[in-house]
């Protein structure tokens, strides 16, 4: 052959890859169980609406074996109405070691976010959170116990501005 090439050179054909996948979101299961939503507890749900997404992720994965997206963490939360196993199961004894492994600061915070007391020990908290969560129900507080005293302050600064300009208003109409 000689080394001298006459022509156009030929052009190669270009190979494109192609990654075909199919994405598949998992939602948690809500399981139906024996209690009420927890949205349908006026507690509950101030106390959650309260919180910040981070705050509520530990419940979310004691909730849903999983952590939860920004914007389904509150929302899964609310739907929850209860464990759909027994308390002698495997599940029930896995949900408990979990729980256990949290910090009582955790478990305080979590206590909180579910209108449970606060006080006790580690296992004291832990058997409370595991027995509510069985069978979520009202405590028969409501909501205006909740409304905090800064709320309450503020409605009563807010009827002191309007009494002293009244007041203003009446010695304007005098003078």
Same mark, same amino acid.
């Given at each position: 052959?000689?080394? !001298?090439?006459e022509?156009?050179?030929?052009?190669?054909? +270009?190979?494109?890859?192609?990654?075909?996948?199919? &994405?598949?979101?998992?939602?948690?299961? %809500?399981?139906?169980?024996?209690?009420?939503?927890?949205?349908? !507890?006026?507690? +509950?749900?101030?106390f959650? *609406?309260?919180?910040? /997404?981070?705050? $509520?992720?530990?419940l979310? *994965?004691?909730?849903?074996?999983?952590?939860?997206t920004?914007? $389904? &963490?509150?929302?899964?939360?609310?739907?929850?109405?209860?464990?759909?196993f027994? #308390?002698?199961?495997?599940?029930? #004894? *896995?949900?408990?070691?979990? %729980?256990?492994?949290?910090?009582?600061?955790? %478990?305080?915070? !979590? /206590?909180?976010?579910?209108?449970?007391e606060?006080?006790?020990?580690?296992?004291?908290? &832990?058997s #409370?959170?595991m027995?509510?969560?069985?069978?979520?129900?009202?405590?028969?507080k409501?909501?205006?116990? +909740? !409304? $905090? =005293?800064?709320?309450? =302050?503020?409605?009563?600064?807010?009827?002191?501005?309007e @009494? =002293?300009?009244e007041?203003? @208003?009446s010695?304007?109409e005098e @003078?």
């Amino acid at each position: 052959k000689s080394l !001298i090439v006459e022509g156009k050179r030929e052009k190669k054909k +270009v190979e494109r890859l192609s990654l075909e996948m199919t &994405v598949v979101k998992k939602e948690p299961v %809500l399981a139906d169980g024996k209690g009420q939503k927890l949205y349908d !507890i006026e507690r +509950v749900q101030y106390f959650v *609406r309260q919180k910040k /997404c981070d705050e $509520l992720r530990l419940l979310h *994965r004691l909730l849903f074996n999983r952590l939860g997206t920004v914007h $389904l &963490v509150k929302k899964n939360i609310g739907q929850f109405n209860g464990f759909p196993f027994e #308390k002698e199961s495997e599940l029930y #004894k *896995r949900k408990m070691e979990m %729980l256990k492994k949290f910090k009582k600061s955790d %478990l305080k915070n !979590i /206590c909180g976010v579910l209108d449970l007391e606060k006080s006790g020990s580690n296992n004291e908290l &832990v058997s #409370k959170i595991m027995n509510f969560l069985m069978e979520p129900k009202s405590t028969g507080k409501n909501k205006s116990s +909740v !409304i $905090l =005293s800064d709320e309450s =302050s503020s409605e009563d600064e807010k009827k002191e501005k309007e @009494e =002293s300009s009244e007041e203003k @208003e009446s010695d304007e109409e005098e @003078e």
